[in-house]
């Protein structure tokens, strides 16, 4: 059998750039396709050294764990331990889906031109059938995780929060929203909701009792003294939901969110607070929504 080490590299690059974007897309994370081919054609490049290669090295699982996570930081460059832990995790079960799919896809069209050296599958099968199986393994994985975040159990659906604005702390129970993707249009800067009458403590009544007026420009009911303080520091968020397809809420800039569920905290110091004049709840089981991505 002959093997090219162009179409090798080719056929490489196609499928770990692909495993990358999909990894990327269910981790939400703002890709650069520089990175994305960068680190993609380092996997490629292993590929065709592990198989000219007569060291048994290249076969080291140590060397293949090194090589991705080299991989993950030059395409998603994780900021912290814990952020390249989760993103090597969901880059390996993104690979296993997609190896499955394509050696599966792939046998089934040529067996007979697939061969194995140094724990590494090649052949001779045409670019089409990696292409063909990119696109159905690709289509699977998205699907598949777009279904598990459905699933979650009514206990993962809550957690409790902790908010600090102006030196004072307000605790509460929120809702995990799946689609609440809220963020400042401006600064890009996620959204967290809670109702009004929380905020009593931290923000003058002037402000939260008018919010209708804020929104509509009329000023006259706010104390100057209030609104010379206030005004500057409150943001305009559009939303989607709620009951409203184009509605908009008052937003303020929090000191600090902390996010409390199965005993671990995460903190956020860039997180806007978007007042509700309303209940979320005809009951109160929770008083703010919490989007994934601060969760995440």
């Not at 090295?57 to 814990?82: D, R």
């Not at 604005?165 to 996620?190: C, F, H, S, V, Y």
């Not at 509700?276 to 601060?294: F, I, Q, W």
Request: positive net charge; contains cysteine; hydrophobic residues 50%.
């Amino acid at each position: 059998m002959t093997i090219y080490i162009d179409v090798v590299f080719l056929e490489n690059l196609v499928m770990n750039s692909i495993i990358l974007v999909a990894s990327g897309i269910i981790l939400k994370k703002k890709m650069k396709w520089i990175r994305i081919i960068l680190a993609s054609s380092l996997g490629a490049i292993y590929t065709i050294i592990g198989y000219i290669s007569v060291l048994e090295i290249y076969s080291n699982l140590i060397l293949k764990v090194i090589l991705s996570i080299l991989i993950i930081y030059i395409a998603f460059n994780p900021q912290t331990v814990k952020q390249l832990w989760k993103d090597l995790l969901i880059f390996y079960l993104t690979s296993f889906v997609f190896g499955g799919v394509a050696f599966a896809l792939i046998y089934v069209v040529k067996p007979q031109d697939i061969l194995m050296k140094n724990g590494l599958f090649l052949g001779t099968y045409p670019l089409k059938t990696v292409l063909l199986a990119a696109i159905v393994a690709f289509i699977i994985i998205i699907a598949a995780f777009a279904i598990v975040k459905t699933k979650f159990s009514k206990k993962d659906m809550f957690c409790d929060v902790e908010v600090e604005l102006n030196n004072k702390k307000i605790k509460t129970r929120a809702m995990i929203d799946t689609g609440n993707l809220l963020k400042e249009p401006i600064t890009n800067t996620p959204v967290i909701v809670l109702e009004h009458t929380l905020l009593y403590e931290c923000v003058p009544k002037e402000i939260l009792d008018n919010l209708e007026s804020i929104l509509g420009g009329e000023l006259v009911k706010i104390p100057e003294k209030v609104r010379n303080e206030y005004i500057s520091k409150l943001k305009l968020i559009p939303f989607a939901s709620l009951g409203k397809q184009n509605g908009m809420l008052v937003g303020i800039k929090a000191d600090s969110l902390k996010i409390i569920q199965d005993d671990q905290e995460k903190e956020n110091k860039n997180v806007i607070i978007g007042i509700y004049n309303k209940s979320l709840t005809k009951r109160g089981e929770y008083r703010a929504l919490v989007g994934m991505d601060l969760i995440i």
